[in-house]
């Protein structure tokens, strides 16, 4: 650890005078000053060490300063940092095949974006291009990016603000069983609610103006929401029977968070196609893109796609994610995150979930979890309200100051703490990591009211 809290106040000043953060108010935050990470810890300039619980924003999924990664980028640095996008490059190529031999069915081509937000707004012009229609459908409690396009496809609060957002986007209910909208008591019934409702949307709305679907495979900040039985591949044949384009997002669950290399593959469907960013090289040089299927592949065999980027296949970018590929299949990560997942992640979480009545559900896959707490375990009103801020989120803040006091830095949304820690966590941090969390919730017990 480099201790040296002088170089930290300066990180600090020119933070405050100078940079503009995602998603805040400027005046009302304070950015902790960060001097180094490794494995799945980072710390700041005053010693202290964190847990990184959410790998940043569920993307290192490699954990921090892996060094196959690292000396990749810097041989490729060496070797041509940069090529334009119309020249063909031997990592772009070599990471377009890794990718291509990894992704279900007829995904066999890469469109390489710098992240997840590109990669979404690209899927959905090729699939308005493609079927000549202009409707996508996106579910409420899901996360597409922030620009344009995908904050208007993004079912959540951040959208909000962002609005007029333009667009011709639809919003539908996905399934969720432990909030069930249509109060269901077991997932093969969710899983049919939610495909009657869905058909029952596109009937509604026109299945001859509806270019896409995009879904989350399992949605993320929204929730973790694992979805059941069947519910995929019913939106697949949904999709088929109406000639609509079938998008997988798998910006945050892509490249082994599920114990899969594309979480698609745990669910046995084929989109048309699947977006990725975040985990394809732990977010060491930003990268992303779409993965192709047959369908639009073939149509753009002849008309030109319209559309790109300066960056596309950045060769620093494509470098890190070979390396990342290649280490996670000499080491196994794959397997072991799945294993880990039910051998070690859902006993302990199970066994945190019967100590706190605060703990409504515990849900997840992979090294993909989340603890769903509430003030009214009969009633499953949450700790704090949907979009709480300021003091109504004051159970949860006390939640998030205990666990950082205790060297765990937690990723939180509305009433929930998610465990997804890098891939390459050992078996005694996550005990460790998820003992302190244990600890914690005992504050939020006491605000259950039986
Ligand atoms: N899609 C999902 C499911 C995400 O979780 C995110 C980011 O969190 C995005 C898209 C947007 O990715 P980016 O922030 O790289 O633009």
Redesign the pocket.
């Known amino acids: 650890n480099h201790i040296d809290p002088a170089a930290g106040a300066q990180v600090r000043a020119d933070d405050r005078a100078h940079v503009f953060h995602s998603w805040s108010a400027q005046a009302h935050i304070d950015p902790v000053p960060i001097a180094g990470a490794q494995g799945s810890w980072f710390w700041d300039y005053d010693g202290n060490r964190y847990f990184d619980l959410g790998s940043q ?3 290192v999924n490699a954990g921090h300063g892996h060094p196959a990664i690292v000396e990749a980028i810097c041989e490729q640095a060496r070797i041509l940092p940069t090529i334009s996008p119309a020249f063909g490059n031997d990592v772009r190529g070599e990471l377009a095949r890794l990718i291509a031999e990894r992704a279900p069915g007829d995904l066999d081509k890469v469109f390489f974006t710098n ?6 707004e690209h899927a959905v012009r090729m699939a308005r291009v493609v079927t000549g229609r202009s409707t996508v459908l996106s579910m409420y409690r ?6 344009g396009t ?1 904050i208007g496809l993004t079912g959540d609060p951040r959208r909000w603000r962002a609005e007029p957002t333009g667009g011709d986007v639809v919003r539908f209910f996905g399934p969720y069983p432990y909030r069930s909208p249509w109060a269901t008591d077991s997932v093969e019934a969710e899983a049919a609610a939610a495909l009657a409702h869905l058909r029952m949307v596109v009937e509604l709305q026109g299945p001859n103006s509806i270019a896409a679907i995009i879904i ?1 495979t399992v949605i ?2 929204n929730g973790v929401l694992v979805p059941p039985p069947g519910y995929l591949a019913g939106v697949r044949e949904l999709c088929d029977e109406y000639g609509i384009i079938y998008i997988a ?5 892509g490249f082994g968070r599920l114990g899969e290399w594309f979480g698609v593959n745990a669910f046995g469907v084929t989109p048309d196609l699947i ?1 990725f ?2 985990g394809v090289n732990s977010g060491y040089v ?1 990268l ?1 893109g779409v993965v192709i299927g047959s369908r639009v592949a073939q149509h753009f065999d002849d008309v030109p796609y319209p559309g790109g980027l300066t960056y596309s296949g950045h060769p620093l970018a494509c470098a890190a994610g070979v390396a990342s590929i290649k280490a996670f299949e000499a080491d196994g990560v794959i397997d072991r995150v799945r294993a880990t997942g039910e051998d070690l992640i859902r006993p302990t979480l199970s066994k945190i979930a019967a100590n706190h009545p605060s703990v409504g559900e515990i849900r997840g896959m992979g090294f993909f979890w989340a603890i769903e707490l509430v003030r009214n375990p009969e009633t499953r009103e949450g700790l704090v309200p949907f979009n709480a801020s300021g003091p109504d989120a004051a159970p949860m803040a006390e939640l998030i100051a205990a666990c950082k006091a205790k060297g765990v830095w937690p990723f939180t949304h509305f009433n929930r703490i998610h465990v997804a820690p890098p891939l390459t966590t050992s078996d005694d941090e996550l005990t460790d990591a998820l003992a302190v969390i244990d600890e914690v919730l005992d504050l939020a017990d006491a605000h259950v009211v039986s």
């Open positions: 924003m569920v993307n992240a997840g937000a590109e990669a979404n899901s996360y597409h990016g922030a620009s995908t989350e993320g900040t997002d798998e910006v945050m669950v977006t960013a975040k930003p992303g």
